[in-house]
């Protein structure tokens, strides 16, 4: 399947047609879509990804918005908007794919199976064909919380891109077949979690970060409008993923079910980058204790005993984590995980491996952080 059998392509479409609702414009597009826009520079290019999934509209209102003000970017701009067909289904914005369908953002790696996973193949084929100096991926979490950024290697130029956007910067070993694992695109690929759908300050967030990402001159400089300097980036490194195990049953509730191996909090996404600490419970768990969940690490291991206790029918960090991710969704935690942690031993500032390979901006050759 050839990219442009995939993508529809929209050339610099004028601000008088795009409809003035985000809902009337995702409707005309129909299907995923790709939008080309001239930038000032177009011997260089900048690539944005965003509705990966259908639930997440952050990213589209940005776009949306960036199209009805006339926005013209400082290089050439590729936006692809991939799950359209899930974000128009009723209600708008509340499905993260549609049944039987999958997960978009673990189809990245091959054989690239069925119709999303040629989307996914032809996504990237796209990126290859354009050589952009870096990919933004734009998301929003699955519970309320402020925003953050996650990459795959410890390298200055995604804490160029990050601060952009954020000051929380996560650095994950974990692959699920995320857009952002892709290593051979000869760029640096971000994923940007703007926060909750619901809250108002993700679209601010998206469409901010958005506008500098397009406009400054040089991504290796950045920006000084950016929200943080990099040596502020707050870094954590090592998450690990809370799931439930197989058979086992959850729910969300104020106080302990019988009928559920373990019960959440209905507020639980309230601790989004909290500090949990080893006296301070989660949630309620059934008779099957610790065995109803397992945390996996980057090797696919086990390690729960690593990061949680059972005391008194109850679940405790086993040490002082920062939590993320967190769901309050009973589909996204049966079907992705509860929520990701890290220990805070693992926030602090490491030196970087000596043989990072990313390239920076779509040059070759590393370029470290500093020490």
Known sequence: MLPTAAFRLLRNPPSSLIPESVEAFLSELAGPTLIHLEGRDNSRCRFVVTLLHGNEPSGLKAIHQLLRESFQPEVTTLVAIASVSAALAEPPFSHRFLSPYRDMNRLFTPPFEGEQGQLARAL??????HAPEAVIDLHNTSGDGPSFAVCVAEHD??????????????????????????????????????????????????????????????????????????????????????????????????????EADITLP??????NFGVARPDSPLAWLGTKGLAALRVIDAQGQNVIEQYFVARED??????????????????IAISDCLLYAVKEAYHEREEPPADDHWPIFGQTGPRLLPE
Not at 159 to 187: K, N, P, Q, S
Not at 266 to 271: F, P, Q, S, T, V
Not at 314 to 331: A, H
């Open 266 to 271: 209905l507020h639980i996404d309230r601790r």
């Open 124 to 129: 990237l084929e796209l990126i290859r064909e």
């Open 157 to 258: 130029c995604f804490l160029e891109l990050a601060a952009l956007f954020t000051h929380r910067l996560i650095i994950t070993d974990i692959r699920l077949g995320a857009l952002m694992e892709v290593e051979d695109l000869g760029c640096p690929i971000l994923t940007v979690e703007c926060g909750g759908a619901a809250q108002v300050l993700s679209d601010h967030i998206a469409l901010q970060g958005l506008r500098r990402f397009l406009s400054v001159v040089d991504l290796a400089q950045g920006d000084p409008d950016a929200v943080e300097p990099m040596q502020e980036m707050d870094i954590y490194r090592h998450p690990v993923r809370l799931e439930l195990a197989e058979g086992c049953t959850l729910c969300y509730a104020d106080e302990p079910s019988r």
């Open 314 to 331: 109850k679940l405790y960090p086993g040490t002082t984590l920062k939590l993320f991710m967190v769901t309050t969704t009973p589909r």
